[in-house]
Each structure stands twice: as C-alpha cells, then as structure tokens.
C-alpha cells in the first residue's frame, strides 16, 4: 500500500535502530512518554521494544479515548440507552468497556437496547433521519481528532431542522491531560514516574498543530517530538528524542511534517471553538478530576446536547479493586504489573478500559502476545 | 480418537448460564462462540464426532465412510456483489463436506421465511441456490419450509445440511497438523468479508471487489488425487485465517507461524482492512481453503492447486511449529513476529 509500507520497511528500521544504539549515552537512563495509544499500538504491535537500547524506556501514555473515559459516563450512556424509544449511537470500541456490576452497551443491546455501532458521527445523523420518532443519542468521545466530526453532527443536524438528535458529549483535550500528568506527584516530587520527554500525538496534532507544545518544552524543559503512527515514525521519533536530550536541548519538533502545520486544521479549530467551550474540570479515569480538560456543548446548540435534553446524574464509579487501569495510565505501572491481566482480565472479558480499545496498553499487550513469557496460557490435554 | 484440547480454566471464564443472554460475540467464530460451543453443546450432546470440533462429522455408513454437515445463513444484505445468500447456503455446506477429503453427495434446504418478505426475492434466491448445485452437481433433495410472523425473522433465514462420501485411507482432520507441516491457503484472503461490508449501510466505500463464494469440492478432489496424505483442510470462513488457525492450532495441540510477506491479498482488501481499523487475517472468505501437508508433499499440493481455477493464487504461507502455547505467531514484514490470537469479540455481524 502506498505511502504505509514505507513507514513499515523493515530494513529501515533497523539502520534507524543502529543509529539509536550508536547515539545513546550509555550512562544515562531515557525515559519517554508516548502520550497516544495509537503510538502504544504500534509499538506492541511491531516490537519496537526489543529494538532500542535496554537504558531506553517506553511509558504508555493515557491518550486512549476509550480508556480514560471514566465509569460513570459509560454507566451514564447504557441509562441513555435503556430509555424507551431511543437509538444510541457510538463507535465501535464504546460498545465493550465494561462498568462495575459487569454491564456493557454490548450486554444491554442483548437485552433489548437499541445500539447502534456508527463508523462517523455522520452515521448518526442519518438514523435520526431514518428514525424520526425516536430520539437518536451519539455518545461521542475522542481527542480533538474526533472532535470536529461531532461539530459538524451537530450543525448539520441544525440545518437540517432534526429535533430528534442530541450528542453526549465526551470529548476531552490532550494538552491538559500533558500538563497534568507532568504536574502529578508521581512525577514532580516523588520520581516514581521518571519523564524526559513525550512522542506527541499524530492525528490530534494534525488538528491542533505543534504550537500547544511549546508550552511544555518551555515551562518544564521536556522535548516534546510530533510523530505519525506508522512505526518508523515512532523510532525517527525515539532518535529525535535522544538527539535533543544528549544536546540539552527542549524544544517541540515535528517528525510528522506530511501531515502536521505548526498552526494545525485551523477550519477545524474555528468549528469546535463554534460549537463547544470548556468544562472546569472533568473526571480521567486513572488521573481523576482534571481542570479544563474536557469541551461541552455551548448553550447556543444546547438543543442538541443530551445531557440538557435528558437525566444525565454525574455518576462516581470506582473501578474494580484488583484493577491497574488507572496506575497503568499514569505510566506508574506496566500491564503486567496487574495481577488479573490475561488471567481474569482478557479482550474477551475485559475488566480495565485499558483491555477495550487496541489503543489500550494491556489490549495492545496481550493481542500481540508481548506477555508470552509469563506463560498464561498453557493449553493442557486431558 | 484424540482428547479435546481445552483451554486453561483461567484464562477464558466459564460462560453464566443463569444470568447471562446471547450477545452478538456468541456468533463471531471468535473465542466466544469456541466456548459456546464447548461448553453448551459439546457437554449436551457428547460424542466421539462432535469431540473432534470439526466442521462435519465422518461416520462409517453400511457400505462406506460417510460425511455430514449443516450450515445456517443469515447474510446481511441477502445480494451482494458475487453472490446473495442462496449460492453462499449451497456453497458454504459443499465446502464443509469437502473439507473432510470427501465428495458431496447431497444437499438438503430448510427456510425460515418472514411474513411480507418479496416473493420475487424469495425466487431470484431459489434460482441461484438451483443454479448453484446443479453447477455443483450436487442435488438439493428435500426440504423444510416455515414463515414466522413479520419481525421475528429477517426477511429469509436458510439452513442447508449436506452428506458425502469418502474414500478409504483419507484421513483428514483438524487434529492432523504436525510441527514441521506446510500451510497452504489456495487464494486471495478477505474478498468475500470485504465486499459485503462495502454494502452495508453504515459503511459508504465503493469498492470493485467481489465476494469470492464458491464451491471448492473439484479443487479437493485434486488436491486429494495428488497428495491423499493431506492432514488438515478447513474453509477459512467467519473468523478468518486467524481463527481457523488458532482452531486447528488447539486440536492438534501445535503452534503455527505464518510469514506475512506471503500472504496473497488484494491491494483493495488491504487498503480497505486499512481505514476500517481490520485485521486481513480475521476477514471472512467463502471460497478459499486453508491445507495443512507434510513438507515434502507441500510443493506437489501446491502445483495441483495452481492448475485448479479456484487454487490458481494458491500459496505456502507458513508451518506448523512445536508450541505448548499453541500459539498462531506470524513473521511479519517489518522483521519480528507477533502473536495472531483468536477474534476477541466481532469485527462485523451476519457476514455468513
């Protein structure tokens, strides 16, 4: 496939792999940060791991949309969705994350909910088209990649005069999330977390641009480099990395200049400022309440926000004692470090978010077999 | 008769019986389903021929070996590009038979109809099925209609059941793979998948890719004339290679390791995979077999299969390994391998 194998060449990787080894400082440790799960993906699944240096250390980031959504907001959308004579709608991903009594949209679907799995937002529009006595709920989530699709949702629904179509809105914001992981305890006092740099997000950054980095090359003098998903974009990133640390340097730098502009998607950017505006703070499964880390519908669309146009109670959920989803979003744990990851907690049965998404860092984990030293599924015969 | 693998009780939990319900994922040929099967029907109805978790059931008949099977179809839309669901209903049971080594003798056909459903729908789908086995040359020869009433069915709902004969010395099952065996795939992987999801409503792509539904007993019947010691053969269908590789993997207690670099595959099925977020692997074919042989017989398999229309992209695609994990691992092309595990979940319903 044209311009993706190219960023998947094997050969490649390893000549960038070599220069990593050559150009690391064998006295010194690298810790980096892949913020997105997208990143977290491409790792576990290409093995880039076992291609750098053993003193170069990944941390897989909370950049899952799926697996920082907290409990309650999911418990929030299986209420939507059990409401008589309505469609939720969502992507395909929502429908699994599991909440604290074991429910699911998935498992209320079985039982007789109306959800429906949507690729875009512009799906939804469409059923609530198709649907006109029902009312149609999208249970949107996402960074700001995904956010832009749900503005158009929902002006597209204003001129087309829909009073059927509301949107849960759930998207959240990637600087806020940065900022706050950089300032949590774990990594300004105690140094339990060790971070000396970020790989910054592909899709989010070609909507947002590279400049909302500065801010954290500045203020806290972690280098921050921009790179694509495909896995040659994340070593070119790792060696950028590594290049800037050796220097002393801190500086925001672009790896992914095929798709990312210094200003971003500005179109994009006037869109969502017309359709959504901040929230003071909203709840991160793992990192907790972050202050204006979230959008919501602004008053002027609030006929298209559901939770305006329905009972939507702030729920606080806690998650499931023996799960490490939380401490393994903050990059204190591993998903080995779980005691029920692969043995209670599998794809198949998920406890964690983090199983969910193939964003997720446990999902990524186990589906490509990176656990496989710990030998949990033997397979006996009788 | 082998003993059934099972999974470590840790590492899938048991299926709630009094409190659970039937989800999608206990239809995806993935891990759920696995376990349906195993512990619902297989407890229930225990029997050697159900313990060996093939696709058909080998008995000795009167006078010779014999083959059965059944298949239900539930495709959504019942029309799609290469097929609708009456050719895939007598396409899909041949190839079940077909692939125990065996020569289909019969078919037969029941229909579970909807209330308001087009008669003119109902005959265009008759006519394929007939059209269908009589290429086949395998007779459709009894039969079982029922209407529900409107909304308890989907338009039509068509199970088809097939018997075969086979011939002495044939032994091909899915406990057959042997560390140091050859796995050939006789085509193109993930059109007919690809094809139907182009059609459905929520997913607006166009696409030129056809379903690639068709009845693979002929090319069985050459493959078995030139190497009758095949081990294992089994129809790729919902699941996908990864599934029925990881199948095969747990009966004959083995791991595999395919080479993704040989994967035959069109460009439009990868791109596609590619924007859907898919993995080829787990996408649904409806005219393609995956064999397992020992090396040395792997070449001559593969010439008899590239003289056959339906193997003439067959290709080898990786080998049985010594695994107690029975894992599917796959080389990739990047250098370094990954585990392929079982479809957690579904990737996409009624594709079958």
């Known amino acids: 496939m044209k311009y993706i194998d190219e960023f998947r060449e094997g050969g490649m990787a390893r000549k960038i792999a070599a220069r990593i080894a050559a150009e690391v400082d064998a006295r010194r440790r690298y810790h980096f940060m892949e913020f997105c799960g997208g990143h977290t993906h491409a790792i576990s699944r290409y093995g880039l791991v076992d291609m750098l240096p053993d003193n170069v250390q990944m941390i897989h980031g909370p950049g899952c949309p799926v697996c920082v959504l907290p409990v309650g907001r999911v418990e929030n959308a299986i209420q939507l969705a059990q409401t008589p004579e309505l469609i939720l709608c969502t992507y395909g991903d929502m429908l699994r994350i599991p909440t604290a009594n074991g429910m699911s949209l998935l498992r209320a679907k079985a039982q007789g909910a109306d959800v429906r799995m949507v690729y875009s937002s512009e799906d939804a529009i469409k059923i609530a088209q198709q649907n006109p006595q029902q009312q149609v709920v999208f249970f949107a989530i996402g960074f700001e990649t995904t956010t832009p699709p749900t503005a158009i949702a929902i002006k597209k629904a204003q001129a087309l005069g829909l009073h059927n179509f509301s949107v849960f809105c759930n998207h959240v914001l990637t600087p806020s999330a940065i900022s706050h992981i950089l300032q949590s305890p774990e990594v300004r006092e105690f140094g339990v977390v060790s971070l000396d740099g970020f790989i910054g997000p592909a899709h989010v950054s070609v909507v947002i641009g590279s400049q909302p980095y500065q801010y954290f090359a500045e203020e806290f003098q972690k280098p921050v480099v921009i790179a694509g998903f495909e896995p040659l974009d994340v070593l070119q990133a790792i060696l950028m990395l590594i290049r800037q640390i050796n220097a002393g340097r801190a500086k925001v730098e672009n790896e992914f200049t095929r798709a990312v502009l210094p200003q971003g998607n500005i179109k994009a950017q006037l869109l969502v400022a017309e359709v959504f505006e901040l929230r003071r703070s909203f709840e991160w499964r793992g990192l907790g309440l972050v202050p204006y880390s979230a959008l919501k519908i602004k008053s002027c669309y609030a006929e298209y926000d559901a939770e305006q146009r329905f009972p939507v109670p702030a729920l606080s959920i806690a998650d499931n004692k023996a799960c490490e989803c939380g401490a393994i979003l903050r990059g204190i744990k591993q998903p080995q470090d779980c005691k029920i990851f692969g043995t209670v907690c599998t794809p198949e049965n998920p406890i964690g978010s983090c199983m969910v998404s193939s964003e997720g860092a446990c999902a990524a984990y186990y589906s490509y077999g990176r656990f496989r030293n710990r030998d949990l599924c033997t397979v006996q015969n009788n | ?352």
């Open chain 2, 1 to 352: 008769m082998a003993n059934p693998v099972r999974v470590k009780a840790g590492y899938t939990r048991a299926i709630d019986f009094k409190h659970g319900c039937v989800e999608m994922k206990h239809g995806s040929g993935g891990r759920a389903m696995a376990q349906l099967i195993q512990q619902l029907f297989v407890a229930a109805f225990d029997n050697e021929f159900l313990r060996q978790s093939n696709d058909q059931a080998c008995f000795q008949g009167s006078n010779e070996r014999m083959v059965m099977s059944t298949d239900s179809y539930v495709i959504t839309p019942l029309f799609f590009p290469g097929g609708d669901i009456g050719s895939l209903a007598v396409h899909g049971t041949i190839n079940d038979i077909a692939m125990s080594g065996a020569t289909p003798s019969y078919l037969a056909a029941s229909f579970i109809l909807e209330e308001g459903f087009a008669l003119s729908d109902l005959k265009r789908i008759v006519d394929s099925m007939a059209q269908s086995a009589m290429a086949a040359g395998v007779p459709i020869v009894t039969g079982d209609t029922k209407v529900v009433e409107r909304g308890s069915a989907d338009g039509v709902f068509i199970t088809t059941t097939g018997i075969g004969k086979i011939a002495e010395g044939i032994n091909i099952s899915g406990e057959n793979a042997r560390p140091g065996d050859k796995i050939l795939v006789s085509g193109l992987l993930g059109d007919h998948g690809i094809a139907v999801m182009a059609l459905r409503e929520n997913l607006s792509f166009q696409t030129s890719i056809q379903s690639d539904t068709a009845a693979l007993h002929d090319l069985v019947a050459n493959m078995v004339a030139a190497v009758p010691t095949i081990h294992v053969l089994r129809d790729p269908t919902r699941g996908g290679v990864a599934t029925v590789l990881n199948e095969i993997a747990q009966q004959s207690a083995v791991g595999m390791m395919l080479y993704e670099s040989k994967l035959p595959m069109r460009a439009q099925v990868n791109a596609a995979c590619e924007f859907l977020g898919l993995d080829p692997l787990y996408i649904a074919n409806e005219g393609k077999l995956i064999a397992i042989c020992g090396a040395d017989d792997a070449e001559n398999l593969l010439n008899a299969m590239h003289k056959h229309a339906l193997g003439k992209d067959a290709a080898i695609i990786g080998e049985v390994i010594e695994d107690t994990h029975c894992f599917v691992q796959m080389q990739t092309r990047f250098g370094g391998s990954r585990v392929v595990d079982w479809l957690s979940g579904e990737q996409l319903p009624r594709i079958c």
